[in-house]
């Protein structure tokens, strides 16, 4: 699904990340954004819920500015929804919150984004053999491992991003022959050694 040109990251506040922090409403997000507008019930198929607690937490998302609704594709009653930004930006004064509402909604963030992680790295794992050849050597999950200085990890992390921004800049049109999305995790985190 291409992008809309105005698409935008979103920088979570206390707030707004307790209206994000819940697993099926960051699975609703994740899944318009990367399937595209949908109704309550196509979402509760895809994820396995009803579509009861799909309109409730999209309802939630909706009050919070996540999504909104996209009424070109709607008929009749149906409700149509999509994402609203591209993605959230976290920022890592919310883990140290006076509030405590605010840290454990911080702390259910995080871990819902790594369970993602884990849960599409074994997806990949999972299906490798389902995908043609060339995708299959185009794939990656390396690691490494180098001493740095909270300034130089810092400087990795932002030349990573920008280096993905620059493909995102030049990615292909839908009709590019062999183009598929791709997703790209990146941790960078220190790690005591014995």
Do not use: C
């Not at 999509?82 to 509402?101: E, I, N, T, Y």
């Not at 984004?113 to 185009?138: I, K, S």
């Not at 990890?153 to 030349?159: G, R, T």
């Amino acid at each position: 699904m291409p992008e809309p040109e105005d698409w935008t990251t979103r920088v979570l506040d206390a707030r707004s990340l307790r209206g994000l922090a819940h697993p099926l409403r960051m699975a609703l997000l994740n899944a318009l954004r990367r399937g595209g507008p949908a109704t309550a019930s196509q979402l509760a198929a895809k994820l396995g819920e009803s579509s009861g607690a799909t309109s409730y937490h999209l309802r939630q998302l909706a009050s919070h500015g996540f999504v909104e609704d996209a009424p070109e594709h709607g008929k009749g009653r149906e409700r149509w929804w999509r994402a609203v930004h591209r993605g959230v930006q976290f920022d890592d004064s919310l883990l140290k919150d006076p509030d405590p509402a605010v840290r454990g909604a911080a702390d259910l963030f995080l871990h819902e984004v790594a369970g993602t992680h884990t849960r599409e790295v074994a997806t990949w794992l999972g299906t490798t053999g389902d995908w043609p050849l060339p995708w299959q050597r185009a794939s990656d999950m390396s690691d490494m491992t180098l001493r740095l200085t909270p300034e130089q990890a810092e400087d990795l992390i932002a030349k990573l991003h920008d280096l993905v921004a620059g493909y995102r800049e030049r990615a292909p049109d839908e009709n590019t022959p062999d183009a598929e999305t791709v997703r790209v995790h990146t941790h960078v985190f220190p790690t005591h050694t014995d």
